[in-house]
Structure formats: C-alpha cells, structure tokens
C-alpha cells in the first residue's frame, strides 16, 4: 500500500500543471539590493558567526539574501539534530556598516507552524529568504507533517519590515496527491513581470529538479503558482540559478546518482524551459552547491570539491558561462569534519558575502572582494564539459 503511495505521488509529480497558454518571461529583473561595482583594489577577506557560540547543539542549512536598506538577513534552522522535533528557523541581520550579527531571532518551529497552518507539523527545515522587486521579503521553507523529508510541503512567510515582523504561514498545494515531496533550497530569480522563480526539488520515490513560479498579489499575498519540471534526470536535486545574458540562466545540481558529478543546464527563455542537464568537470560527492553572477560577468560557485564526503568547502569560476571552470581559493578543509549547504549573494559594495555550515555546530560568514578572489590559485587548466 506504502509503495504504491509512494509511486504514484511521484507520478503525479511528474506530471507538469502548467497550462498551454502560459508564457515565458520576457526577460529578469534585478533583485533589490543587487550590486554595483566599486573600485576596490586591496584584497579583503573577513570571517564572522552568524550564531553565537551558544545557540543549538546542531544548526544546518543557512540562507542569506541583500535587503532593500542595505543589510544582510540570514535564515538557518537548530535544534538537537537535523529533523528533529525542537528545530526551529532562526534569523540574524548584519547591519550596513556593521562587523557583527544581531542575536538570532526565533520565527518558527513546528508549534508556530501547526498553529498558522491548522495542520500538525512533525519537523521543519529548509528555508530560503529574498526581496521581491518591491521590497516585500520572502521565506519560503520547508515543513513535514508525515514521514521524513521526502513527506515535506512548501510554506510562504513575507514581511513588509525587512524581516523584524512576519506574517502567518501560508502552505502551497504543489502536488495533487497529498501534497508531498516539495524541498527548496536555494535563491530564485525575479521576472520583469513580477514574477518569482524558485528552484525546488521532488524527493519521493524519485529525485528532480523543479521551478516553482510565484505570482505575488498587490497585498503581499500570493495570487498564483506553478510548478515546471526539469527534462527528467534522476537523482538530480537542489537546483542553483545563475541569470547569464540576455535571456540565458544557467543551473548547476547537486548529484545524488553513482556518477557523482556537478550537473548544468541551461535555458533560453528565462528559466522556463531547461537543456538536458549533462556532467560538468567538478565531483560533487551528494552535497549542496550555490553560484552566483559576479559584476564583471563571470559565474562564482562554491562546492565540496569531492568525490565523497564534506571535509572540504572551495570556490570555482567560469568565465564562459558554466562550460568550463577555474579552481579557485579553499574556504576550509579538516580531516572527518563538515562544511556544508554554502550560500552566495553579493553586497550592494559589491562584497561578496557566503555562509556555510561549519562542523554542524555554527553558521559562518566569510566576506571577500574580487581583489581576494582574484588572488586564488591559477590550479590546473579549466576542462571542457
């Protein structure tokens, strides 16, 4: 019976619920907040905590995005273990100007999320959060009523205040069977057109990348959404967008098959419809990946540069839109450790900022400018996909 649960509902997701006459969109807006370039030429690195020392026996999975004044705002989720009944999301704000975070506020555990959604809540996790291009920010995340990850749904939280005040709770009915299997993990782009679109990820029976388009309403709700999926790669999860030129996205994958290879795709039309997506040159040994656009047009990634295990945290860079990639400088390495779930924005100083799992126990921030990045090693000759 569990089986044949299990199957259809990853069937039914499968299937796409788009309807025939809907478009593309004709092409992407900048994200509030988004850089521009200063003359920096010194290299800078700078490393900071997003959590205190004392926060969670285990924290995991921290998201960050530019706010309209300027500042940071990261998300993540603790408690005692990963899915565990007391984890709760977290925020922190790192003021414009400022070196250190503000203490981490509590903005929902699975008690606060029973009570808005009117449902039980087993456990949450992912989240990610964003600006619209009004200002309104965005938290979508994660929550489980059934099962493990693979039972989860998709909630929107926004805030009219840069993230000090939230609104109740909102789920999204992705799937028609039950509702199951919907993960997020990673930034989205914005359309002209006022639309959001949020790379998710299906995790029941069968693993593949999503895009999830959101249309906001005029008071800060959600007027309409839709999922489209990706040509059908098995294994394939949590999706990074990179907004090239023109009408051109790239994605890059984190790799859950035997192969165990960073995956990229492309698309024409503004991340509506997707290539195959195919092996890159980079291992990935089953772990998250985020890239980003840099201002001088080259693609930044960051990655467990691995054929197994997360001992490791490095960048990359491409300066021909994801074909090919050039090592760049290591974040951390240590025997039987873990650095993990890396996140990317760029500042409105055109810092870049990146936040990371670190061994589990806290959320790192390394900040740098191109100079710093600049400096990394040449490494070997870049490899054609």
């Given amino acids: 019976m569990l089986a044949g649960l ?11 619920p788009s309807v025939e006459n809907e478009t593309a969109p004709e092409h992407l807006s900048p994200a509030a907040g988004a850089a521009v370039a200063v003359g920096e030429h010194a290299p800078l690195r700078r490393e900071t905590w997003v959590t205190p020392p004392v926060h969670a026996a285990s924290v995991h999975g921290s998201a960050i995005c530019n706010l309209p004044s300027g500042d940071l705002l990261a998300v993540w989720y603790g408690g005692t273990r990963e899915g565990a009944a007391d984890v709760a999301l977290y925020t922190s704000r790192l003021a414009a100007g400022r070196r250190e975070w503000s203490q981490p506020t509590m903005v929902v555990d699975r008690a606060v999320a029973a009570t808005e959604l009117d449902r039980a809540v087993k456990k949450v996790g992912n989240a990610v959060v964003f600006p619209d291009r009004n200002g309104l920010v965005w938290m979508v995340y994660v929550s ?14 926004t805030s009219r205040d840069e993230g000090r ?43 593949f990348p999503q895009m999830l388009w959101l249309t906001p309403g005029p008071d800060g709700s959600v007027k309409e959404y839709r999922v489209r ?12 967008i990179v907004p090239l030129d023109g009408d051109r996205v790239l994605m890059v994958l984190r790799d859950r098959s035997p192969e165990r290879r960073m995956r990229a795709a492309y698309s024409e039309d503004n991340g509506w419809t997707w290539s195959e997506p195919v092996p890159t040159s980079l291992p990935n040994p089953d772990s998250a990946v985020d890239g980003l656009r840099l201002r001088d047009g080259r693609i930044l990634i960051v990655y467990n540069h691995a054929a197994s295990g997360r001992e490791n945290l490095r960048l990359a860079m491409s300066a021909d839109a994801g074909r090919t990639w050039r090592p760049g400088p290591l974040i951390e390495a240590a025997v039987s450790k873990e650095y993990s779930y890396p996140f990317l924005v760029e500042g409105a100083d055109g810092r870049i900022h990146l936040t990371y799992t670190w061994e589990r126990k806290r959320i790192k921030h390394v900040e740098f400018n191109l100079a710093w990045l600049d400096r990394g090693p040449a490494g070997r000759e870049a490899v054609a996909q």
């Fill in 6 to 16: 299990t199957i259809g509902a990853a069937l039914i997701a499968g299937s796409d």
């Fill in 144 to 157: 489980v009523s059934m099962g493990g990850w693979s039972g989860s749904s998709l909630n929107v939280k």
């Fill in 165 to 207: 005040t939230w609104s109740e709770s909102r789920r999204l009915t992705l799937n028609p069977f039950l509702n199951l299997s919907t993960l997020v993990r990673n930034k989205p782009i914005l359309a002209a057109d006022g639309r959001i679109g949020l790379p998710v990820y299906h995790e029941l029976a069968f693993k």
């Fill in 229 to 240: 999926n990706l040509p059908d790669k098995n294994g394939l999860i949590q999706p990074s």
